[in-house]
């Protein structure tokens, strides 16, 4: 391959395409950032990365003031060494939020120019377990949402095929919460699914607590109970309670989340591809993962997740949200609710560039 003769970077905003809330905030809209970078033999890749509202000026000003100017000249086949160096180049900002996402724009892109140049689907180039995954639906688990319609919502999911739906939980009365969750459960039946989502509201105490009132309900995972940096609350629950502890949206460096597994405080792994820096760690933590015998269901950005699931041999779920249907020409093909791996070279996501030109952040 050849050497990176273009490196940009620019912002482009996406509404929600719902209401979103959860226990600590909600979902204002999307801030995608991408990075397009082009190669002397006229090779091209597209990466992007997102937050939920505050925060994409900043990821895009470090990858135009300090990731890019790196790029230049360097062998795009070469993944490992780029992201080593940019990471070098950040130690000042590592571990950290931004420099983790804005080294997942250049990483994805650097993945998807080097699987088009094979000719291959990412899910491919990157292992090729399998080709389906299986989805879950976080759509109709809102925080907002009355018991009700939690219901509603998560019927309409069994009736479509789904295997599993996710709920959040955390309002003031932990009986409300166990309430909501059984009236789900209840309506389901026990050959189903159910997911819940603190979204790190909760002590220790308190989420040993909850988790008791959950486990008659069959929970499949709890979610991020604890703020993400409390490892030894997450151990006392995870020794507490049968449901297995899902943690990762939240974590930035492949070194966290192996502190989680050693301590066996985590029995479900969500790494972010865009969180944790690229798919060069998102696959490091997936294999580690694998060692310590721990399952892979990462968390949001289902286009990409689809391709990453289905090169890794311990994932179970892709998570069914929706974010990107307003700049991209198609959608994850679903079948029996499952997600396919894409077909297509690279990663597999059909961009629509007029649609991104128009949502551009000047």
Same mark, same amino acid.
């Given at each position: 391959?050849s050497?990176i003769?273009?490196?940009e970077?620019?912002?482009v905003?996406?509404?929600?395409?719902?209401?979103?809330?959860?226990?600590?905030?909600?979902?204002?809209?999307?801030?995608t950032?991408?990075?397009?970078v082009?190669?002397?033999?006229?090779?091209?890749?597209?990466?992007?990365?997102?937050?939920?509202?505050?925060?994409?000026?900043?990821?895009?000003?470090?990858?135009?003031?300090?990731?890019?100017?790196?790029?230049v000249?360097?062998?795009?086949?070469?993944?490992?060494?780029?992201?080593?160096?940019?990471?070098?180049?950040?130690?000042?900002?590592?571990v950290?939020?931004?420099?983790?996402?804005?080294?997942?724009?250049?990483?994805?892109?650097l993945?998807?120019?080097?699987?088009?140049?094979?000719?291959l689907p990412?899910?491919?180039?990157?292992?090729?377990a399998?080709?389906?995954?299986?989805?879950?639906?976080?759509?109709?688990?809102?925080?907002?949402?009355?018991?009700?319609e939690l219901?509603?919502?998560?019927?309409?999911s069994?009736?479509?095929?789904?295997?599993?739906v996710?709920?959040?939980v955390?309002?003031? !009365?932990?009986?409300?919460?166990?309430?909501?969750?059984?009236a789900?459960?209840?309506?389901?039946?026990?050959?189903f699914?159910?997911?819940?989502?603190?979204n790190q509201?909760?002590?220790a105490?308190e989420?040993?607590?909850?988790a008791r009132?959950l486990?008659?309900h069959?929970?499949?995972?709890?979610?991020?109970?604890?703020?993400?940096?409390?490892?030894?609350?997450?151990?006392?629950l995870a020794?507490?309670t049968?449901?297995?502890?899902?943690?990762?949206?939240?974590l930035?460096?492949?070194?966290?989340?192996?502190?989680y597994?050693?301590?066996?405080?985590?029995g479900?792994v969500?790494?972010?591809?865009a969180?944790i820096?690229?798919?060069?760690?998102?696959?490091k933590?997936?294999?580690?993962?694998?060692?310590? !015998?721990?399952?892979?269901?990462?968390?949001?950005?289902?286009?990409?997740?689809?391709?990453?699931c289905?090169?890794?041999? !311990?994932s179970?779920?892709?998570?069914?949200?929706?974010?990107?249907?307003a700049?991209?020409?198609?959608?994850v093909?679903i079948?029996d609710?499952?997600a396919?791996a894409?077909?297509?070279a690279?990663?597999g996501?059909?961009?629509?560039r007029?649609?991104?030109?128009d949502?551009r952040?000047?």
């Amino acid at each position: 391959m050849s050497k990176i003769t273009k490196a940009e970077a620019y912002l482009v905003d996406i509404p929600v395409e719902t209401v979103r809330t959860d226990a600590v905030q909600a979902f204002l809209k999307q801030e995608t950032v991408f990075v397009e970078v082009r190669t002397a033999d006229g090779g091209h890749g597209t990466g992007y990365s997102y937050t939920i509202g505050t925060g994409g000026t900043a990821v895009l000003a470090l990858l135009r003031d300090y990731l890019l100017p790196h790029l230049v000249g360097r062998d795009a086949a070469r993944v490992e060494a780029i992201w080593r160096d940019l990471h070098a180049a950040t130690r000042a900002t590592t571990v950290g939020a931004v420099t983790s996402l804005a080294l997942a724009a250049v990483d994805t892109a650097l993945w998807d120019l080097r699987a088009r140049a094979a000719g291959l689907p990412l899910w491919v180039l990157a292992g090729g377990a399998k080709d389906r995954i299986p989805l879950y639906d976080t759509e109709g688990g809102w925080l907002h949402l009355t018991e009700d319609e939690l219901v509603a919502g998560a019927k309409v999911s069994q009736a479509a095929g789904w295997p599993g739906v996710k709920l959040k939980v955390g309002k003031p !009365n932990p009986a409300e919460d166990a309430a909501r969750i059984g009236a789900v459960r209840a309506a389901l039946g026990d050959h189903f699914d159910v997911m819940v989502d603190a979204n790190q509201s909760l002590t220790a105490a308190e989420a040993i607590r909850r988790a008791r009132l959950l486990e008659p309900h069959q929970v499949a995972w709890f979610e991020e109970p604890l703020p993400a940096d409390d490892v030894a609350g997450h151990e006392l629950l995870a020794r507490a309670t049968s449901i297995p502890v899902a943690v990762g949206e939240s974590l930035y460096s492949i070194g966290q989340f192996a502190e989680y597994l050693r301590r066996q405080a985590a029995g479900i792994v969500q790494v972010d591809v865009a969180r944790i820096g690229g798919i060069t760690p998102w696959l490091k933590v997936a294999h580690l993962a694998e060692a310590c !015998n721990v399952v892979v269901c990462p968390h949001f950005l289902m286009e990409l997740h689809v391709s990453l699931c289905a090169a890794v041999p !311990n994932s179970r779920y892709v998570e069914h949200i929706p974010q990107l249907r307003a700049i991209t020409r198609t959608e994850v093909a679903i079948v029996d609710g499952h997600a396919l791996a894409p077909g297509e070279a690279g990663l597999g996501i059909d961009w629509d560039r007029d649609a991104i030109e128009d949502r551009r952040v000047a």
